[in-house]
C-alpha cells in the first residue's frame, strides 16, 4: 500500500497517464449531470459517451475502456439499459463504477441498487445517507469495510472528507472545498473521473483514491478566486484540466 | 398586504430562511433546464432532486417539501410522472408550482396544463405568450387577475416586469436583466426558486415576489461585469448565493 | 461562388441578420447537449426549442423555422419523433440539418443515419470517423464530395479544419481553438448555428460556411483570455453574443 505522501505523485502520474490515453467512458447518468460528467471527463483527457438506449448500449460498452452506472435519474430506458451495458462491461472484462444517487430517496432504487452489487462494479462512490440505505443499518459505522469486503470492490465514500477502502487498505482524503457541494453533479463527475482513473491505474483502491485527490485539489484551486458556485463550476473545469504534479504535492492531504 | 418599500426586506427574510432551512424542491423539470435549475436552487441553499421515473415519484415528492411542475420537455414519461407527483404533493399537503412552457406552441400542451389547473397549484409562473394560450384570449388583458381568482392561485407573469397577483393583491417587479432572456432555463429555474420559498414563506403571494425579486437582482447584480450571456449565467448563481439584505433593499424596483 | 475574402463579410451580415429576424430553431438533440446548444443558439439571436415528443413535435416544426436532428442520445422516444418532426419540416419546406454523432460506434445508428439522407437534409455536419463510417469506406477521401452529389445535400465535415462542400464549391475554414475539442456539445452546437444561418441565407453552402467562420471566429477570441475548458465554455457565448464584422474580418481564415 502506497504510503500516504505517495499519493500525490500516483495522482499525478495517473492523470498523465489519462491524458496520453484518452480513454473512453461510457457513461449512463442521469440527465442532470449529463453535461458536467462529460466536461470534467474532457477536462482530464478522457472522451466520454452517454447514449441509453439498450438497442446500442451493448456496441457502445464494447467500443469504450470503462463504464459508469449512475441511477440519478431512474427512468424505464436507463434501466433497461443499465443491465444490457454491464453485462457488455463484464465480458469485455471492463471495469466499471456504481454512483447509487439518493437510493435513501426510494426503496425500489436500493434495492436495484443492492441488486447490481452483486454484478462486480469496481469502485461504488456514495455519499453517507446512500451508504446507510444501501446497506440497511442506521449508521454508516464499519459498513464502507463490510460492503467492500462482501461484494469485493472499493467502496468511495465521498463527504468533507472521502474515504475509500478496499475493506483491507483506507485512504482518508481531507481534499476539497465547500462550494462542491453547492454544485449540481459534482458527485457524479467524481464518479466518473475514477471509471476513467481506472482504465490507466490496474489497482482501483489506488485509482479511486488519485481520481478523489485530484478533483478535490481541483476544488481547492477553484475556490481560490471563485465569487460562488458559478464561477467555481467553470473554475474546477479549468483546474483539473491544469493540474500538475507540483499542485497535487503542494495540496493533497491524504491519511 | 406589504407597502412596496417592505419587499426587499421580505425577500432578504426569506432568502436567509431558505439557507437555514435547506428545503427539498423536487423538480419534474425539461432535460434543458435540470442542470442550471439545479444549481440555482443550491445556490440559494435549497436541495434539488428531479427525477421523473413513475415508479419513484411518489416517494421522491413525499421526501421533498415541494414540487416544481415544468412542462418544458414534453415526454410520454414526464406526463405519467407529473400526475402521481401532483397527487402526492396534494396529498403530503405540499406547496408545487405550474410552469407551463410553451403552451403556446402545442395545443395538446396547453390542454394538458388547463387540466392542471384544476390541482390546485399553489403558483403559476409563466411568460405573456404562454398566458394568452392559457387562458384562450388574444391578449393578456385581465388574465392573470382571473387566472388567479379562477383557480384559487397566484399568477406570476414575468418579462421586462414581472407581474405577481392573487386575484387582490398585485405586485409590479421591474427588476432583472435583459440578459436574463440570453440564457436557457432562466424562466424555468426562477420558477424552482418560488417552489423553494414556498416552503419558507406561508404567503404564496409574498413567497413568489420576494423569489422573483431576489433572483432579478442577482440577474442586476451579475450584469454588472458580465461580457455577455455565457459569463452571465454563471454570474448571476454567483449573485444569488451572495445576496444580502443591503442589496436586495438597494436594488428592489417593487411597486 | 464567394472569393475567401467575401466570406467573413457573408458571416457578419449573416450574423446581423440572425439577430434581426430571431429565427427559431426546434432542435432534436441529445440530452448532454440541450443547454448548451440552446445557449448558443440564444447566444447568436435565435429562439430554440427542444421538445421530443412525438405526439407535438409536428406542432412544433410547424411553428419554427428550422429543424437540427442530432442523433447524439438515441432513445425510442427520439426516433420516433425525428421522423414526424423531419416530414413536418419538409412539408413546410423548411430546412433541416442532420448531425450523425458517433455513427462510428454503434452499426444501427449508422443504418438509420443513411434512411435520413435520403429525406434530404440541407445540410449534413460530421466528423471525420463519422464520415467515414457514413460512407461506408476506409477513408474520408472525396466522400464529402461524393455524400453531397449522392444526396444533393451541404457537407460540412469539422475538424482541426472544416471542410463544406455542396459537391462543386468547397470551403476550408481553418478557424476555432483546440479547447473546442474539450467541450461537450461544441459540435452540436455548430450544427444547431448551421440551422439558424439557414433560415436567413438561402444558399446553403454559404449558410454552413458563414456560421463555422462565425463560430470558429468566436472560440478564437474565447482562448485569448480563457484558463481552460471551463471558462472558455462560457467565453465562446459571450464572444459569439458580441461578434461583430471587424472581428470576423480580422480572424477568417478561409480558402
Known sequence: MPIPADFADL????????????????????SVAQQYTANVLLAAGAVPSMTISPDEIAAFVAGADALLVNLGTFDAERRAAIDVAISAANAGRKPWVLDPVFV?????????????????????RLNTAELVA??????????????????????????????????????????????????????????????????????????????????GVAGEVAAVDASGPGSFAAAIIDALYGLDGATLRRHAKVS
Open 11 to 30: 495522482a499525478a502520474d495517473i492523470l498523465v497517464r489519462m491524458r496520453t490515453r484518452a480513454p473512453r467512458v461510457h457513461c449512463i447518468t442521469n
Open 104 to 124: 435513501d430517496r426510494a426503496p425500489q432504487r436500493a434495492e436495484f441498487a443492492r441488486n447490481l452489487l452483486a454484478h462486480r462494479p469496481a469502485v461504488v
Open 134 to 215: 444501501l446497506s440497511g443499518r442506521d449508521s454508516p459505522g464499519d459498513a464502507p469495510v463490510r460492503l467492500a469486503k462482501t461484494y469485493a470492490t472499493i467502496v468511495a465514500l465521498t463527504g468533507t472528507a472521502d474515504h475509500v477502502t478496499d475493506g483491507a487498505r483506507r485512504a482518508t482524503i481531507a481534499n476539497g472545498d465547500q462550494l462542491m457541494a453547492r454544485v449540481t453533479a459534482m458527485g457524479c463527475a467524481g464518479s466518473a473521473l475514477i471509471a476513467a482513473a481506472l482504465v490507466v491505474e490496474p489497482d482501483p483502491f489506488v485509482a479511486a483514491s488519485a481520481a478523489l485527490i485530484a478533483f
